[in-house]
C-alpha cells in the first residue's frame, strides 16, 4: 500500500524557502583616475584628454562659435571642440540637443549662463550619456572636465593614479612639444610649460552643488 505524503502548507504571503530569489550582487565600480581619455561617438574625431571633477557636479567641455537653433521644435546647439591643447587646426564641428541652461560657477568665482547639451561618451569600455556644459576653456589644462554625475553608480577616483581606463583612441599619447615648454602651458612635476596636469584649480560647479563627493578614493601612500 503506497505511504500517504502530507502536503506542505505555507501561511499566506510567505513562499518555501527554495523558492526565494537571491538578494542580486551589485556589480563593483570601476576605478577611474584623475585624468583619462573620453571621446564622443556621436561627434567623431579624436580622443579627448578630461580632467576627472569631483567637485564639478555637471561635466563642462571647451567649446566655441556655439549657435542656438530650432530642428523640428527642438533646441539644438551647433558648436565647435577642439580636442587637442595648443591645437587650432584640429576641430570637430558638433551638433547636440540642448537639454538645459543653467547658472555655473566658474574656477575664477564668477557665475556664467551656460548651456547643457546631452550626447554619448566612451570611457573605456564603457559607452553612455552624459550632459555637457558648453563654455571657454583656453586658459585651462584640460579641454574637458569629467563631473560627479557622469561618475555617479559606475565609478571611484583613485586620485594618484592617470588614465586607468586606457590610452587615448588612437593608441598613443601625445608628447609635450619641448620647443614650446618655455612659453605657455600648465605644470607638472615642476617642469614649467608642459600640459600633462599639475595641481590646478578648477573647481567649477553649479552654485547650489556640494564642494566634494564620497566617490573620491584616496591612494595610501
Known sequence: MGREVKATQHKPG?????????????EPL????????VAFPEFGGPSVRAK????????AIHARNVKITMREGREIAEFDIYPHQRDSQTVLHCRAPIVARRR???????????VIVRTTIRLGEDVFEIDLSL????????R??????ALKKRYVVDSGRSYVQGPSKSGRRRKPDLRKSITGGGSVGGVPGTD??????ERGDETNAQPSS????????
Open 104 to 114: 555655473i560657477r566658474n574656477s575664477g568665482g564668477d557665475v556664467q549662463d551656460r
Open 14 to 26: 510567505t513562499m518555501a524557502a527554495s523558492q526565494r530569489k537571491a538578494p542580486l550582487k551589485k
Open 196 to 201: 600633462d596636469g599639475g595641481h590646478e584649480h
Open 52 to 59: 576627472v571633477d569631483t567637485g564639478a557636479r555637471t561635466s
Open 135 to 142: 563654455t571657454r576653456r583656453d586658459q585651462m589644462g584640460y
Open 214 to 221: 564620497p566617490l573620491t578614493k584616496r591612494r595610501a601612500k
Open 144 to 149: 574637458m572636465l569629467l563631473g560627479r554625475r
Open 30 to 37: 570601476k576605478i577611474v583616475g584623475w585624468r583619462e581619455w
